[in-house]
């Protein structure tokens, strides 16, 4: 074989992976900045929430079965679960799948009677930061875990300031944690998992009694 045919034949496989490279990156879908999904759901949690308050005052399961058909797609409940149970889920890992599902029942009641509390004319979204790209290219290349998003909801006396903690999973954004108002809502979850486990001895029990625990109702240390 010539010199020539061998430099051409290399040209040739080095053009075709370059080609395919090409065409992968091109095709490899975009993450857009986090704060997009945060203002979409929240612009329909609240929307949903103005329409009908006076009605879901009266039921309350019924607008947390909203609330959990807007929120379960975008919360990352498996992830804050295990932040919650925090040393626990090395200690007891066949508890962690348990709490997952009774926890996320009690974070979704816990905010749709927090929203519910609110006595106001109306919660519209005042602004929402912008993600830098230096940060988003940051969580693209995993030097973060997570990027936060900053939005402030304005109610009929006053601004209060929400921070989200988001992630990219499944596809999508998802939040991993918010703080409101300066109150770190998994950490908070976290610290009254930890007093539970001080107080009835057992991860089960408290596992078994996440519900029970939440609403402040005084269970058995052997139940």
């Not at 996320?104 to 005042?126: G, M, P, V, W």
């Amino acid at each position: 074989m010539s010199k020539t045919m061998v430099v051409s034949i290399r040209q040739f496989f080095f053009g075709v992976v370059t080609l395919l490279l090409a065409s992968t990156a091109l095709a490899a879908p975009q993450i857009q900045p986090p704060e997009i999904e945060v203002e979409k759901i929240t612009r329909n949690l609240l929307n949903l929430f103005d329409k009908n308050k006076e009605e879901y005052k009266k039921d309350r399961d019924g607008f947390v079965k909203e609330v959990d058909r807007l929120l379960s797609p975008v919360v990352a409940f498996d992830q804050i679960a295990r932040y919650v149970m925090g040393k626990y889920t090395r200690r007891s890992p066949e508890q962690v799948d348990k709490f997952e599902a009774t926890f996320k029942d009690s974070l979704l009641r816990f905010y749709s009677n927090a929203l519910l509390s609110l006595d106001d004319t109306s919660l519209t979204i005042e602004s929402v930061e912008k993600t830098p790209e230096s940060q988003l290219k940051k969580y693209i290349a995993g030097d973060i875990s997570r990027i936060p998003v900053k939005m402030s909801v304005r109610t009929s006396t006053r601004s209060v300031d929400i921070f989200y903690s988001m992630v990219h999973t499944d596809g999508r954004w998802k939040l991993r944690n918010i703080t409101v108002d300066g109150i770190n809502i998994a950490k908070q979850f976290q610290t009254q998992f930890a007093d539970a486990v001080d107080r009835y001895g057992k991860v089960e029990t408290v596992v078994d009694n996440w519900a029970e625990i939440m609403r402040g109702k005084d269970i058995k240390a052997g139940k």
